[in-house]
C-alpha cells in the first residue's frame, strides 16, 4: 500500500490554506470598508470647514454700485483673502476677480459665463470654474445684484491625497499582519489534527487484508478530548480502530479454523483417495474380462479420483503455505530449472509451440527448487489447458537489478478484465477467456498455488493481456535470501 503524500501547511487544497486565505480575506475587506469610511469623514470635515470659512466671507460686503451704477471692490486690502474668488453682477455690471498675493487677477470670460449661469443659494456647492480650478461656490442675490464667493479646494484636494495614500499604505501593512498572525495561529490550531492525520496515514500504511493483524498504534490521549472537534474525531478513530481490531481478530481466528479444516480434510482424504485409484488400477487389470459398461465406469471412476487427489493435494499445499512460508531455501539455479520446465511442458503439450530464451551465464537465487518447479508447472499447466493447439508459448529469464524475472508469454486469447482481476484467487477458472483444450479440466487453484509460492519467496507475480489476444505472466523473486 502507497504511503499518502505528505501535506505542506499551506499547501494547495490544504484546510490550513483555506482559513488563512479566508481570514485574511475578511481582514482585507473590513480593512478596506474602514479606510473608505474614514478617508469619507475626512473629507466630510474638511469639506465642512471649508464651507464655515466660505459661510464667513459670504456675510461680507464684497461690492456695492455707485450711484452710477459701477460696482467697486469690497473692502478688505489685498493679501487678506488669499485664493478667494469673488464674482459680481449688477445690471449690465459685471466683476469678477480671484485675489492671489498682494494682487487680484481677473477672471477669463469663460469663468464669467459660468458663474453667470449659477443659480442663487446659501448652500455650497464644488465647481470646477474654468481657467481657474476647482472652488466651493455661494451664489447670493440682492434685487438687481448676484455676488458669487468661493474658495479653492486645492488644498482639501492636496489633503484627501495624503490622508487615501496614508490609508491604503495602513490597510496594505493591516492586511499583511493579519496574514501573517492567521498563519501562525491557523498552524498551531491544526497541529492536534496533523498529528490524527499522521495516525490516520500510518494505519493505512498496515497490511491488513491477511495473516493476524494488531492494531497498536492510536491516537494520543492529548488529542481525544470530548470539548474539542478535533478531541471528538481522536475518540471516535479510536473507537473504529478498535472495532476494526476485534474484527480483523475475529477474521483471523475464522480463517485459522478454515484452513485447519481444509489442512485435515485434505490429508484425512488422501488415503482414501488412494485406496479408490489403488482398488480402480486393481480391477482394470482384468477389464477383459469385464463387461463394456463396467470398464468404462473403472476407467471414469480411476481418473476422477486421480483429479480429486490432485485438488487434495494442492488444498493442502495452500493450507500450508497459509500457515506461513512454508519454504526450504537453497542456492538455485534457475537457468537449468527453467530450461528444464520447458523441455517437460513440450513433452507434455506437444500441440503448442515452446520456445525459451535465457542469459548466457547461469542465474541463480536462493529459493526453493521444488517449490518454483511447481510454479513454472502450474504456468505451463495453465497456458497448455487455456489456448488452442499451435498457440506458440515463450518463456524468459533475465535479471534485473536485485531481482531475477521469469516471464510466460503466450499469443493464444486473451483475459478480460473482469477475470484478470480474480485471476490468482482459488478456485477462478478463466473458461469464459481462454479457450481450453479438448478432454482438459483445472481445478481452479493452479494460479492460487503460484501466487502463494511467489509470495512466500518474497516476490511478486502479475498477468498482462489484451482482451482479444496474448497473455504475459511475470515472476519476480529476490536474488538473495
Avoid: C
Amino acid at each position: 500500500m502507497s504511503r499518502a503524500a505528505r501535506v505542506t501547511p499551506l499547501g494547495r487544497g490544504t484546510l490550513a490554506r483555506q482559513l488563512v486565505l479566508r481570514t485574511t480575506a475578511l481582514v482585507a475587506v473590513i480593512a478596506v470598508f474602514l479606510s473608505a469610511l474614514t478617508a469619507l469623514a475626512m473629507h466630510q470635515i474638511l469639506e465642512n470647514q471649508l464651507d464655515q470659512r466660505l459661510a464667513s466671507y459670504a456675510t461680507r460686503d464684497f461690492g456695492d454700485a455707485d450711484n452710477d451704477g459701477r460696482i467697486r471692490p469690497g473692502p478688505g486690502g489685498p493679501g487678506q483673502t488669499e485664493g478667494l474668488l469673488v464674482f459680481a453682477v449688477h445690471g449690465s455690471q459685471v466683476v469678477g476677480y480671484v485675489q492671489e498675493d498682494q494682487s487680484r487677477a481677473a477672471l477669463p470670460d469663460a469663468a464669467l459665463t459660468q458663474l453667470t449661469a449659477l443659480e442663487t443659494g446659501r448652500t455650497p456647492r464644488s465647481v470646477t470654474v474654468d481657467g481657474v480650478g476647482g472652488y466651493r461656490i455661494v451664489v447670493l442675490a440682492s434685487g438687481d445684484s448676484r455676488v458669487a464667493i468661493g474658495l479653492p479646494t486645492a488644498e482639501l484636494t492636496a489633503s484627501m491625497v495624503s490622508i487615501v495614500a496614508a490609508a491604503a499604505l495602513l490597510t496594505a501593512l493591516a492586511i499583511l499582519i493579519a496574514f501573517l498572525a492567521a498563519r501562525q495561529v491557523v498552524e498551531r490550531s491544526l497541529v492536534p489534527l496533523a498529528r490524527l492525520a499522521g495516525t490516520a496515514h500510518q494505519v493505512s500504511s498496515m497490511p491488513l487484508d491477511s495473516g493476524d493483524v494488531a492494531l497498536g498504534v492510536r491516537v494520543a490521549a492529548a488529542d481525544t478530548d470530548a470539548r474539542s472537534e478535533v478531541g471528538q474525531v481522536g475518540l471516535a478513530f479510536n473507537h473504529m480502530l478498535d472495532n476494526v481490531e476485534g474484527a480483523l481478530a475475529a477474521r483471523q481466528r475464522s480463517e485459522t479454523k478454515v484452513r485447519q479444516f481444509v489442512a485435515d480434510a485434505s490429508h484425512e482424504l488422501r488415503n482414501p483417495l488412494a485406496a479408490i485409484r489403488g482398488y480402480a488400477e486393481l480391477t482394470r487389470r482384468h477389464r477383459d474380462e469385464l463387461p463394456p459398461d463396467t470398464a468404462h465406469a473403472l476407467t471414469r471412476i480411476d481418473s476422477e479420483s486421480a483429479r480429486m487427489s490432485t485438488l487434495v493435494e494442492d488444498l493442502l499445499l495452500l493450507a500450508r503455505l497459509d500457515s506461513g512460508p512454508n519454504v526450504q531455501r537453497t542456492t538455485v539455479d534457475l537457468t537449468e530449472l527453467v530450461v528444464n520446465a520447458v523441455s517437460d511442458a513440450q513433452a507434455a503439450g506437444p500441440d503448442h509451440d515452446w520456445a525459451v530464451s535465457v542469459p548466457d551465464e547461469p542465474v541463480t537465487a536462493v529459493a526453493d527448487p521444488h517449490r518454483l518447479h511447481q510454479v513454472l508447472v502450474n504456468l505451463f499447466a495453465n497456458a497448455r489447458t487455456h489456448t488452442p493447439p499451435g498457440t506458440s508459448v515463450h518463456t524468459s529469464l533475465t535479471v534485473e537489478g536485485d531481482d531475477v524475472v521469469i516471464r510466460v508469454a503466450d499469443d493464444g486469447p486473451g483475459i478480460p478484465d473482469a477475470v484478470r482481476a480474480t485471476l490468482f484467487e482459488r478456485f477462478t477458472r478463466a473458461d469464459t477467456a481462454r479457450v481450453r483444450a479438448s478432454g482438459t479440466s483445472s481445478t481452479g487453484l493452479g494460479l492460487a498455488i503460484v501466487a502463494a509460492v511467489v509470495s512466500a519467496h518474497g516476490g511478486t507475480v502479475a498477468v498482462e493481456s489484451g482482451h482479444v489476444r496474448g497473455a504475459t505472466f511475470t515472476v519476480r523473486l529476490p536474488r538473495g535470501a
